[in-house]
């Protein structure tokens, strides 16, 4: 009897330990309304953050076959494309075979920064830019998709920012890039890497805020702890990845694709964020 239970017992912990360091992609849906688009208007945005030159398949065949299936409007890049310690390669391959898919939109996080010299690490940006990504610095930019005006606005990483105080000139510099857009006609998207500055989004006039950084908390406990670590927001951090409503901003935040196993994903498995805005 006790060597049935004991053959149980293991069972059930291989399972759990199965689940909980599943490392294949998952395809995560968000709904958003908006008053800015009618009632038969509509735009799916596909979130892609913190990817860290992770591969999924030869030339990150698998990872682009699944994007293509969810036939996105818009394809947002908000920064970890690449990792300082690993081959930009992989991000390249991943970039080259999104093009032609939709438009695609990407600012920089803190791995695409030259920490020594405030370079762009491997030159992404024009690298980007020459597979036809528009790559958004302290800037932004009007485009109708689906008859929808939409501003996409975007933020370098606050490590472009070489000061004392690198955080309040980053916020001062981000108002005073965009803290002009035309809030009343148009749906407006923002790009930025980090999930946890929401003062600055907060001060921006934008309706969407598109993020990652937080790599999911790492390890998560459904229905009980969204997270428990996150770069720059430490244990228990308040912004792990999901959908946030504010006041004044819908906030949603990747939850990245990186996965090792020195630093294992727990109830957190790599995730295309698929996002609907409907009016």
């Known amino acids: 009897m006790w060597k ?6 293991f069972l059930i912990l291989g399972l759990i330990l199965a689940t909980a360091t599943y490392n294949g992609l998952t395809v995560r849906t968000y709904e958003v309304t908006s008053d800015k688009l009618r009632s038969d208007q509509s735009l799916r945005i596909i979130l892609l953050s913190d990817l860290h030159s992770a ?10 076959n699944n994007i293509k299936a969810q036939q996105p409007d818009l394809i ?18 991943l970039i080259e075979g999104l093009k032609g898919i ?3 939109y990407f600012v920089t996080g803190n791995h695409e920064i030259d ?7 491997h030159d992404v940006v024009n690298v980007f830019r020459s597979s036809g990504v528009t790559v958004l610095e302290n800037e932004w930019e009007e485009i109708t998709i689906n008859d929808i005006p939409l501003v996409i606005g975007g933020l370098e990483d606050p490590l472009r920012i070489y000061t004392e105080n690198i955080y309040a000139d980053w916020e001062a510099s981000a108002v005073s890039d965009l803290g002009d857009v035309d809030s009343e006609d148009t749906l407006n998207i923002l790009l930025s890497h980090r999930a946890e500055l929401i003062d600055t989004y907060a001060a921006l006039p934008f309706d969407l805020v598109l993020s990652g950084h937080a790599h999911g908390g790492q390890f998560r406990i459904p229905y009980l702890l969204n997270g428990l ?14 959908l946030y409503e504010h006041e004044t901003f819908t906030h949603i935040i990747g939850r ?3 996965y090792s196993f020195s630093i294992p994903r727990i109830y957190n498995p790599p995730e295309i964020v698929v996002i ?4």
Not at 229 to 242: E, H, L, S
Not at 276 to 279: A, C, I
């Open 76 to 93: 947002a890049l908000p920064g970890d494309l690449i990792d300082r310690f690993r081959s930009p390669d992989a991000a390249f391959d």
């Open 256 to 258: 990245g694709f990186d």
């Open 55 to 64: 591969s999924y398949g030869y030339k990150q065949s698998i990872l682009i």
């Open 229 to 242: 670590f996150a770069p720059d927001q430490g244990f228990f951090p308040k912004y792990a990845g999901g």
């Open 4 to 9: 049935r239970k004991r053959t149980y017992l």
């Open 115 to 121: 920490d020594s010299d405030d370079f762009i690490r």
């Open 102 to 104: 939709a438009p695609m």
């Open 276 to 279: 609907d805005v409907h009016g």
